[in-house]
């Protein structure tokens, strides 16, 4: 650098006004001296002070455009903004815990929920099915079933029978509503049970024989028990009205019947 480049650093007003004394040693030739390491090291801190004033000056100005009267202020509305992103960071975590804990609670509640409907249906099908085994052990007694049969009746025949709003409903193997063939509309259970033990007469309570009494006839009712009897009405009819006619039937019951007493 030369003594020109001097004369323009002395004369920054940061200088003082001292104008560098570099340019008065010449050399013989009368060529210009070039600048010491120091001279070189003293024009560049000018420089830079000079630059660093102007960008504060220029940081200034941007700050007051945006509102911000001090590099103060900016540090403090830097801080403001870290600690608004922390709570906003901090604010969305704890959404999203509990929206997952409120996503688990509903489920367990959704569970618990099925697990009562589950057991509200198990108790309302046994609600059902002691009210149909009522109803058809009434029906079954009155058509005249033997007493000792109608547990096995009411077994058998429950699956014809359903519980509704209105009463009970008599329904075939499809289903549907069972009819009366003599009116066509839906079927009593009293008169489908008369109508399924018509067609069991095995499982009837029997009629008195005409004429006779304990072991009419010279019944043996020890030949048979009320298990064997049952077994032949149901498996031999023929045999059965045999037995049935000889006073069997009613001597066994009736002895059946003293023995309960």
Not at 12 to 20: F, H, L, Q, V
Not at 183 to 208: D, Q, Y
Request: glycine share 8%; charged share 40%; net charge negative.
């Amino acid at each position: 650098m030369r003594c020109a480049e001097s004369d323009a650093a002395g004369s920054d007003p940061n200088s003082g006004g001292k104008k560098e004394e570099i340019d008065s040693d010449e050399n013989q030739d009368g060529n210009e001296k070039l600048f010491t390491e120091s001279q070189v090291n003293k024009i560049v801190q000018l420089r830079l002070e000079k630059d660093r004033v102007r960008v504060d000056k220029e940081v200034e100005n941007r700050l007051r455009e945006l509102g911000i009267e001090s590099p103060e202020d900016a540090a403090a509305s830097k801080e403001w903004r870290r600690e608004r992103d922390e709570l906003l960071e901090r604010t969305a975590r704890e959404k999203e815990l509990l929206r997952n804990e409120m996503a688990e609670r509903e489920s367990r509640f959704g569970e618990q929920e099925r697990h009562h409907e589950a057991e509200k249906r198990e108790w309302r099908a046994k609600h059902d099915t002691l009210l149909k085994r009522a109803e058809l052990t009434q029906a079954a007694l009155k058509a005249g079933a033997d007493p000792a049969n109608v547990d096995m009746i009411v077994t058998f025949t429950e699956g014809n029978v359903r519980v509704t709003d209105g009463g009970f409903r008599v329904v075939g193997t499809d289903g549907r509503p069972a009819l009366d063939p003599e009116t066509g509309t839906e079927t009593t259970v009293e008169k489908f049970m008369r109508g399924f033990l018509s067609e069991r007469p095995g499982l009837v309570r029997p009629a008195p024989a005409k004429g006779a009494g304990t072991g009419a006839l010279g019944a043996r009712p020890g030949k048979y028990t009320l298990d064997e009897i049952r077994e032949i009405a149901r498996s031999d009819p023929k045999k059965y009205a045999e037995l049935k006619g000889e006073g069997v039937v009613q001597a066994l019951y009736e002895k059946h019947l003293a023995e309960r007493k």
